[in-house]
Nanobody, 123 residues
Framework: VQLQASGGGLVQAGASLRLSCAAS?????VGWFRQAPGKEREFVAS????????YSADSVKDRFLISRDDAKNTVYLQVNSLKPEDTAVYYC????????????????????WGQGTQVTVSS
């Protein structure tokens, strides 16, 4: 699966962005992760495509919303009320096939990764 992430940018604190992850085909699940400078990549949100089951990290669940557009094979991450600590490269990842032991928060759960999109939030 090929993934193309887009939608990042430089914004002020409190602003919103919509990140997009366009997939070459529909997959079992898509996840969003982010990596700030000098830090490990961390889970943000995921969605199981067909079932529409979404899961978000506690740190962002009140501000970030993951959704999908079946017609466009695209998963979105709506990021609201951005804070400087949200500054990171945001990556989307896909799990291609069904798994009965899928752990969406784990990097190893995904088998395809996009190139990332930079989000920079100024104070």
């Amino acid at each position: 699966v090929q993934l193309q992430a887009s939608g990042g940018g430089l914004v002020q604190a409190g602003a919103s962005l919509r990140l997009s992850c366009a997939a070459s085909r529909r997959t079992y699940a898509v996840g969003w992760f982010r990596q700030a400078p000098g830090k490990e990549r961390e889970f943000v949100a995921s969605i199981r495509w067909t079932a529409g089951i979404a899961y978000s990290a506690d740190s962002v669940k009140d501000r970030f919303l993951i959704s999908r557009d079946d017609a466009k094979n695209t998963v979105y991450l709506q990021v609201n009320s951005l804070k400087p600590e949200d500054t990171a490269v945001y990556y989307c990842a896909a799990k291609g096939a069904f798994s009965d032991s899928f752990y969406p928060t784990r990097l190893s759960a995904y088998d395809s990764w996009g190139q990332g999109t930079q989000v920079t939030v100024s104070s």
